[in-house]
Each structure stands twice: as C-alpha cells, then as structure tokens.
C-alpha cells in the first residue's frame, strides 16, 4: 500500500495535530481527549446520544466512556435523562454550561478542516468523502466478518 494512503488510514499525524489544537481546551476546562470527543459527538448526534451511541464508534472502550461521563456530569456539561420509552436507556444531553466549549470545538475543527484541506477543490474533497466511506464500509464489513468467523 502507499505510504501516503498509510499515512491517511492510520491518522497518526492528523491526531497529534488535533491534539495540538485542543491542548489549551485541556487546562482550561479541567478536561481529557475522551471529554472533548464526546462533547463534539453530543453536539453532532441528534437522538444518537447514548453511551452505546458513543461506543459503536470503536474509539473508547465503554470504561473510559463511563469515567468521561462521571466527570463532564459532575462538572454540570452534561445531564443524564432516561428514555420516556425504554427505563434501561439512559440519554446524554449537553446543557448551557457546555456552550462556550462546544462553540471552541466547532471553530478547532472549522480550522483544522481549513488546514487539512488547502489546496483541494470542492470536488476532490468530496471524492475523498466517498473513497473514505467506501473504506470504512470495507474495514467494517473485514471486522464483522473477522468477529464470526
């Protein structure tokens, strides 16, 4: 395989410059890498916005999950509501005092697209896209299969 393609599938380079981009949001609000994902992910979730939601994603594993949680409700960024359908379900709801940090990570990432994507055209961004999910479907399909073999 191409070592640049390499490069785009392991993602290696594009999270420690994540990482750098979010290191001040770190010791500003007292939070972890797992607290500012879930964050983002509750932002951009709609109904999805559930732990196992969060875990389906293969990013964290449910006990790191669970702790980030823990954290983010004591520090008030986030409420737990009970399904009105389903008692065992439990939703994950950011509250106002999440504001000010979610409007920080949508700008991070605006910038962040910026950079990773200058120089590309509309079109070869969404020729990514597609190759990307085609990707991911391939990956998923290799796991699933891989699981129950």
Same mark, same amino acid.
């Given at each position: 395989?191409?070592?640049?393609?390499?490069?785009?599938?392991?993602?290696?380079?594009?999270?420690?410059?994540?990482?750098?981009?979010?290191?001040?949001?770190?010791?500003?609000?007292?939070?972890?890498?797992?607290?500012?994902?879930?964050?983002?992910?509750?932002?951009?979730?709609?109904?999805?916005?559930?732990?196992?939601? $969060?875990?389906?994603?293969?990013?964290?594993?449910?006990?790191? $999950?669970?702790?980030?949680?823990?954290?983010?409700?004591?520090?008030?960024?986030?409420?737990?509501?009970?399904?009105?359908?389903? /008692?065992?379900?439990?939703?994950?709801?950011?509250?106002?005092?999440?504001?000010?940090?979610? /409007?920080? $990570?949508?700008?991070?990432?605006? /910038?962040?697209?910026?950079? $990773?994507?200058?120089?590309?055209?509309?079109?070869?961004?969404?020729?990514?896209?597609?190759?990307?999910?085609?990707?991911?479907?391939?990956?998923?399909?290799?796991?699933?299969?891989?699981?129950?073999?």
């Amino acid at each position: 395989m191409e070592q640049s393609v390499e490069v785009l599938l392991y993602g290696s380079k594009f999270r420690k410059l994540y990482e750098k981009q979010i290191l001040d949001m770190f010791g500003d609000y007292h939070l972890k890498k797992i607290d500012v994902e879930i964050l983002y992910f509750l932002h951009c979730s709609g109904n999805n916005n559930t732990s196992k939601d $969060i875990v389906h994603l293969n990013m964290f594993t449910k006990g790191h $999950i669970s702790q980030s949680v823990d954290r983010m409700e004591k520090q008030n960024l986030i409420s737990l509501v009970q399904d009105g359908n389903d /008692r065992r379900c439990t939703h994950l709801v950011l509250t106002k005092e999440a504001d000010d940090i979610i /409007r920080r $990570i949508v700008l991070l990432r605006e /910038r962040l697209r910026k950079v $990773i994507f200058n120089g590309l055209t509309e079109q070869e961004i969404e020729e990514l896209a597609s190759v990307s999910k085609k990707i991911e479907k391939n990956i998923n399909d290799a796991l699933w299969t891989a699981e129950y073999e």
